[in-house]
Structure formats: C-alpha cells, structure tokens
Nanobody
C-alpha cells in the first residue's frame, strides 16, 4: 500500500527554521511530482511548494525566498526547508504526490495545484510558530 510518511514538524519561534521530510514508501511505480500543502485553523488547504522529476520547483508567493523544496537523490524523499518562519506559517503541513506521471512544474502551479488533477496525501505534521 502506498504511503507518504512525514516528519519534522514542531514548534519554533518567529525567525527560526524547520525542515520537514516526507518519504514515499511501498510503491513500485509512481509519479515524480511531489508537493507540500498547508492548512491553518479555519482556512482552506493551500499549496506551498512543488517539485517535479527534473527538480524544477514552484512556490506560493507567501513563502518565496524563505522556503526551499528539494528531493533526495533517489527521489523517494522530499524536503521542505523553512527559514525566517512567521506566525502566519502556523499550520498542518501535508506532503502530497501527484497521481499522474504526466506532470511537470508550471509557473502558476501554486495558484492552480490541481493542474496535476489528483494527489496521494500524507497524514500531516503540525508546525507552530510563536512570536
């Protein structure tokens, strides 16, 4: 059974850093397109960052210059490096993998993440940023 296993969430003060990890397990074939979303209390889930099989990336405007998405050499693990964290970054962060192999980064991915149609989802990890 396919799984996305996340780790690395926690609590940090504003201005601090965290790194989230997500490992895709137990699959024999999968898309190389992976992403991070987040959902704050009372708000809709929003796209944060994405990376495709060529390691092209896209980011939401709210995190550009502060967050970096990357993958391991075997593309089984995706990371989200979060720097200069703000209180408004507080949310549950979800790892996601596009179900379709026919995916690639487009400049407006963050505005329309469902250009990749559908995703497998991780269980989510809490990130709390305090002032």
């Amino acid at each position: 059974q396919f799984q996305l296993v996340e780790s690395g969430g926690g609590s940090v003060q504003a201005g601090g850093s965290l790194r989230l990890s997500c490992e895709a397990t137990r699959v024999s074939y999968r898309s190389k397109c992976m992403a991070w979303f987040r959902q704050a209390p009372g708000k809709a889930r929003e796209a944060v960052a994405a990376i495709d099989g060529h390691r092209s990336t896209a980011y939401a405007d709210s995190v550009k210059g502060r967050f970096t998405i990357s993958k391991s050499a075997d593309q089984n693990i995706v990371y989200l490096h979060m720097n200069s964290l703000k209180t408004e970054d507080t949310a549950v962060y979800y790892c996601a993998q596009a179900k379709t192999p026919a995916c690639s980064i487009v400049p407006h991915w963050a505005e329309d993440p469902y250009i990749w149609v559908d995703y497998y989802w991780g269980q989510g990890t809490q990130v709390t940023v305090s002032s």
